[in-house]
């Protein structure tokens, strides 16, 4: 063994071990503390209630999570509580986008209006099997950035709402942000 290592180590029947002086943290001065922290957050809340079509609900969330202005850095994940509607984000300017959105779901995922046999599950109504597919296709749920206490989103981009079954239903949404909160600042040091 290393002459030099011999104060730092000892020895089992078969292993060498170095014994490593602990380190030391440095401590910031009072006045320098740390004033951000990571931190989460999590909120439900309901969406109005809609029959079958894509809803731009950006604004809606925005109101249900003031919460959302706290938060310098983070992600904020929203999870809808049904099997028979979805979440996604899209065009938030043209309407038409949202009508052709479920134009096309209704062709891709048609519903079997006649009872023909085309799904199994149909004990709910003709559009509850094609809702559950759709929602299979989209999506339970998006993550967005926040950035300085807003929602970093494209500028061309909004949260939809899409329902798939044709009466109304209201839907919950759990929302959960993680992220670094907006600095607190430091109190003023005390003049003695």
Known sequence: MNPLLEPFAFTTSD???????????PRLPPHRTRTHRMS????SFSLKAQSRGSYLVTDEVMAALPEIAEFKVGLLNLFIKHTSC?????????????LDMTDALNRI????????????????????????????????????????????????????YMEFRNSK??????????GEKVAASAPPESES
């Open 109 to 160: 995922v048609i519903e079997d209006k006649k009872r023909q046999g085309i799904y199994r599950h149909d004990a709910e109504g003709s559009d509850d099997m094609p809702a559950h597919v759709k929602s299979s296709l989209i999506g339970a749920s998006v993550t967005i950035p926040i950035s300085d206490g807003r929602l970093n989103l494209g500028t061309w981009q909004g949260i939809y």
């Open 169 to 178: 239903h209201r839907r919950d949404i759990v929302a959960t942000i993680q």
């Open 15 to 25: 292993h060498c071990f170095l014994r490593l002086p602990p380190r030391s943290r």
């Open 86 to 98: 979805a979440l996604s984000l899209n065009e938030n300017w043209d309407s038409d986008v949202r």
């Open 40 to 43: 989460w957050f999590q909120k």
